[in-house]
């Protein structure tokens, strides 16, 4: 019933920008809290940057002033805004959907997650 695509991601040098796209096929798309997690190879899955339902946003400490997380609920899309990037932010990146009905969750934790996209690759040259 839900379905998230991701789009943006690509190769880009140090100190440069990107802007990821999840287009969201949720009916109550505004309900949801949405994510936005990273995956380096070898790692596990880790958070982002999260925004709720009434907009409220957090932010992994290692993205805070470069990254901005918002929405778009009349085109049902989640956007993650990237500056200032960094080889170390070289990750697939992933959104990720929780329906606001569940209630309230640990936004940096992708248990709470349970619909994902498939995934975009970013990669920063040095």
């Known amino acids: 019933q839900v379905q998230l695509v991701e789009s943006g991601g690509g190769s880009v040098q140090a100190g440069g920008s990107l802007r990821l796209s999840c287009a969201a096929s949720i009916y109550t798309y505004s309900r949801y809290y949405m994510g936005w997690f990273r995956q380096f190879p070898g790692k596990a899955r880790e958070g982002v940057a999260g925004i709720d339902s009434d907009g409220s946003t957090a932010y992994a400490d290692s993205v805070k002033g470069r990254f ?3 929405r ?3 085109k049902n899309t989640l956007y993650l805004q990237m500056n200032f990037l960094k080889p170390e932010d070289t990750a697939t990146y992933y959104c990720a959907a929780r329906d606001g009905l569940l209630g309230p969750g640990s936004w940096h934790y992708s248990v709470n997650y349970p619909y994902w996209g498939q995934g975009t690759q ?3 040259s040095s």
Do not use: G, W
Request: aromatic share 0%; net charge negative.
């Open 68 to 70: 901005t997380i918002s």
């Open 72 to 74: 778009d609920n009349a």
């Open 122 to 124: 970013v990669t920063v």
